[in-house]
């Protein structure tokens, strides 16, 4: 789940969310995640493979994305997540990529980081911070700041 990005390695997000959706066995019939979202057509089984990615159970991952496990069975049962529940699975597989590229392609250093509790973010996780999309951003921006050496 890597694309090649001239001499490093760098994941990419869309590729990465795209790959969760093929694992499935859905057919897919869109051209870009937006439309995947948007259109409704995100597979409930990328939440498994989110879990796969993170190392982490599903209840766990459930719990992240504020998916009641009666509610994941009925997606399971229809067969896809509202666009709702796919874009925050969107969102912790862009986190993912972002810390990922932080620790230059160590998936094990990645997740232990995402799953450290952090001062930044009030001895939350990064994964727990990122509960909404503002929450997300500012995971984001420390590891930009991180990234540029700059004191956080």
């Not at 969310?17 to 995100?42: H, N």
Request: charged fraction near 25%; aromatic fraction near 8%; charge should be positive.
């Amino acid at each position: 789940m890597v694309v090649k990005n001239e001499d490093t390695l760098s994941p990419n997000a869309d590729l990465i969310f795209y790959e969760l959706m093929s694992s499935t066995g859905a057919e897919l019939k869109v051209s870009s995640t937006a439309e995947a979202i948007e259109s409704g057509q995100v597979p409930a089984g990328v939440v498994s493979g989110l879990a796969g990615c993170l190392k982490t159970d599903c209840k766990n991952t459930l719990k992240l994305l504020k998916i009641s496990r009666s509610t994941f069975y009925r997606r399971k049962r229809s067969g896809v997540l509202s666009s709702d529940e796919a874009d925050r699975v969107y969102r912790y597989v862009r986190l993912y990529t972002f810390a990922h590229t932080l620790f230059h392609g160590d998936a094990d250093s990645a997740r232990e980081w995402l799953n450290r509790p952090a001062y930044a973010f009030r001895s939350k996780t990064p994964l727990q911070h990122a509960a909404t999309e503002s929450g997300a951003h500012e995971v984001e921006t420390l590891i930009g700041r991180i990234q540029h050496g700059i004191p956080s």
